[in-house]
């Protein structure tokens, strides 16, 4: 290849990857905006409460943050799960079960809020903390057992004398609550202020916790913690939305596993179900051998060579 001709290519693919991180970023700015359209909310100290906060987003955004339009599957799960002669969530699940076939966990690489969170607060250093491999692969499983435990079990089988449960996910542990729902709620009411206690403190532990690991381990909450991440990643061999690699075109540079935030090696883990679509290796790419593809009706087989 003539140095002319490589030059344009470079020159053509950093254009490409500008035009598509560019999209992309509009995108998760709107959806932001679209999950938190109440703006007045943050100025008030209220929460919205019209029609549109009965509809359930497909991303972790508290149903407490003074801007949210609409309400989180993940407290809707425990609510329904919790209430006094509870009903099957059909609703919930039927909303969780059409975005993990149609998106997967490309709700978590482009339009989950708490996700641009984590992408934010990674940008502060370049310094990383690598987690040795078998650390990480059983910290991985962490997400399944909060998913299980303190979303599906406790508030569906732990009852008071009512037969109500407590919410125990967002109660407890959520931090996307606590930095959107509890922290602004609580500044702007001075009721709340003086009302805060062991539980709310514990919450700004807990995120702290989260807000210092996502500074060093990118994407720290959703590759070891986030219920919802947990769920999706049940649909990663059949969702529409996937990455796909032609490793006939790759030239085996390594690039894309260098800017990967799941820290996987898109060569040999593109159908991961810890993959969030990110597109970052597709961008990378400069084989182009990498790219986010929709597909219906077929099942993603397993490319992990691990
Ligand atoms: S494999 Fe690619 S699309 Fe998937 S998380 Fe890593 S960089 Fe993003
Ligand atoms: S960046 Fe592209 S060419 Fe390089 S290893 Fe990854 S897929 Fe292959």
Same mark, same amino acid.
């Given at each position: 290849m003539s140095g002319m001709h490589r030059d344009r290519l470079n020159g053509n693919g950093i254009r490409r990857e500008k035009q598509r991180r560019t999209v992309r970023n509009v995108i998760r700015i709107a959806s932001l905006f679209l999950f938190?359209?109440? =703006?007045?909310g943050f100025r008030n100290g209220r929460i919205f409460t019209g029609r549109t906060k009965s509809v359930c987003v497909p991303? =972790?955004?508290?149903?407490? #943050?003074?801007?949210?339009?609409g309400a989180c599957p993940i407290g809707s799960l425990q609510a329904a799960l919790g209430t006094?002669?509870?009903?099957?969530p059909f609703y919930v699940l039927g909303t969780l079960m059409l975005f993990g076939a149609v998106l997967g966990r490309l709700t978590c690489g482009l339009l989950c809020p708490f996700g641009l969170i984590q992408d934010l607060l990674a940008k502060i250093t370049s310094k990383r903390i690598t987690v040795p491999k078998k650390t990480d692969r059983l910290l991985r499983y962490l997400k399944y057992a909060v998913l299980a435990l303190f979303v599906i079990i406790l508030p569906a089988f732990f009852r008071d004398d009512f037969g109500s449960s407590v919410p125990w996910f967002c109660k407890y542990i959520c931090p996307a609550g606590t930095l959107e729902g509890g922290i602004p709620l609580t500044l702007a009411d001075r009721a709340l202020r003086e009302m805060t206690g062991p539980l709310f403190w514990w919450k700004v532990l807990l995120l702290a916790a989260v807000i210092a690991g996502s500074v060093f381990i990118e994407r720290f909450f959703c590759r070891y913690l986030c219920p919802l991440g947990a769920f999706y990643s049940l649909f990663s061999r059949v969702s529409a939305a996937r990455m796909k690699i032609d490793s006939s075109a790759c030239?085996? #540079?390594g690039k894309c596993g260098s800017v990967c935030p799941m820290a996987l090696d898109p060569v040999r883990?593109?159908?991961?179900?810890?993959?969030? =679509? #990110?597109g970052r290796c597709a961008d990378i790419c400069p084989a182009e051998a990498v790219s986010l593809r929709f597909s219906l009706f077929s099942v993603n087989a397993l490319r992990e060579k691990d």
């Amino acid at each position: 290849m003539s140095g002319m001709h490589r030059d344009r290519l470079n020159g053509n693919g950093i254009r490409r990857e500008k035009q598509r991180r560019t999209v992309r970023n509009v995108i998760r700015i709107a959806s932001l905006f679209l999950f938190n359209g109440y =703006l007045t909310g943050f100025r008030n100290g209220r929460i919205f409460t019209g029609r549109t906060k009965s509809v359930c987003v497909p991303v =972790l955004n508290c149903y407490s #943050c003074p801007g949210a339009l609409g309400a989180c599957p993940i407290g809707s799960l425990q609510a329904a799960l919790g209430t006094s002669g509870g009903r099957f969530p059909f609703y919930v699940l039927g909303t969780l079960m059409l975005f993990g076939a149609v998106l997967g966990r490309l709700t978590c690489g482009l339009l989950c809020p708490f996700g641009l969170i984590q992408d934010l607060l990674a940008k502060i250093t370049s310094k990383r903390i690598t987690v040795p491999k078998k650390t990480d692969r059983l910290l991985r499983y962490l997400k399944y057992a909060v998913l299980a435990l303190f979303v599906i079990i406790l508030p569906a089988f732990f009852r008071d004398d009512f037969g109500s449960s407590v919410p125990w996910f967002c109660k407890y542990i959520c931090p996307a609550g606590t930095l959107e729902g509890g922290i602004p709620l609580t500044l702007a009411d001075r009721a709340l202020r003086e009302m805060t206690g062991p539980l709310f403190w514990w919450k700004v532990l807990l995120l702290a916790a989260v807000i210092a690991g996502s500074v060093f381990i990118e994407r720290f909450f959703c590759r070891y913690l986030c219920p919802l991440g947990a769920f999706y990643s049940l649909f990663s061999r059949v969702s529409a939305a996937r990455m796909k690699i032609d490793s006939s075109a790759c030239i085996s #540079c390594g690039k894309c596993g260098s800017v990967c935030p799941m820290a996987l090696d898109p060569v040999r883990q593109i159908s991961s179900a810890e993959c969030i =679509l #990110c597109g970052r290796c597709a961008d990378i790419c400069p084989a182009e051998a990498v790219s986010l593809r929709f597909s219906l009706f077929s099942v993603n087989a397993l490319r992990e060579k691990d």
